[in-house]
T-cell receptor, first 116, second 111 residues
């Protein structure tokens, strides 16, 4: 079964709306979670690394004020796309890693965001 | 810059064929490498994980090889089936956290 749950799976909203996406680790505590974005027929691009109890680390070119990340507990990270515009429409995927292990990252099912 | 290239970008084969998907990466100092499957509009399903010290991993009809020194990995699919149709992604990791993804190979297996 899924070890990382992502919600919602699809969002359609008007331009200017802020959208929150949740990523939960279901049966382990994740001190680190990752947020990726994927445009059609392109590869996944890492946006930021979410660290429990501290600020997220953003990749170059990703706007911190645009993509707010909160990792307030060991099982939940949220990504908020603030004042979303059509160019923010994309597929957003989160992942989490079991700490202190060699296990690979576990990925959520993704969120399809469409801004009208 | 750590780049990942997957060839071919798309592949269409009749059912039953054996096929090879290729992945190359510019920085060979990898921690491990994973192959994923992605169905349209869906998340990622991990297929195989190869540690940097390993040369290959097998799972059912899938076999992945790794040549770290030359920056290459291949995914071999035996006796392909229509249910194998999906996009296959290669992702070397440069530590246990930093994964880089190729653009994928879009596979169609025709019945």
């Amino acid at each position: 079964g899924a070890v990382v749950s992502q919600h919602p799976s699809r969002v359609i909203c008007k331009s200017g709306t802020s959208v929150k996406i949740e990523c939960r680790s279901l049966d382990f505590q994740a001190t680190t979670m990752f947020w990726y974005r994927q445009f059609p027929k392109q590869s996944l691009m890492l946006m930021a690394t979410s660290n429990e109890g501290s600020k997220a680390t953003y990749e170059q070119g990703v706007e911190k004020d645009k993509f707010l990340i909160n990792h307030a507990s060991l099982t939940l990270s949220t990504l908020t796309v603030t004042s979303a515009h059509p160019e923010d429409s994309s597929f957003y995927i989160c992942s989490a890693r079991v700490p202190y292990s060699n296990q690979p990252q576990h990925f959520g099912d993704g969120t399809r965001l469409s801004i009208l | 810059k750590q780049e990942v290239t997957q060839i071919p970008a798309a592949l269409s084969v009749p059912e039953g064929e054996n096929l090879v998907l290729n992945c190359s990466f510019t920085d060979s100092a990898i921690y491990n490498l994973q192959w994923f499957r992605q169905d349209p509009g869906k998340g990622l399903t991990s297929l195989l994980l190869i540690q940097s010290s390993q040369r290959e991993q097998t799972s059912g009809r899938l076999n992945a090889s790794l040549d770290k020194s030359s920056g290459r990995s291949t995914l071999y699919i035996a006796a392909s089936q229509p249910g194998d149709s999906a996009t296959y992604l290669c992702a070397p990791a440069y530590n246990n956290n930093d994964m880089r993804f190729g653009a994928g190979t879009r596979l169609t297996v025709k019945p």
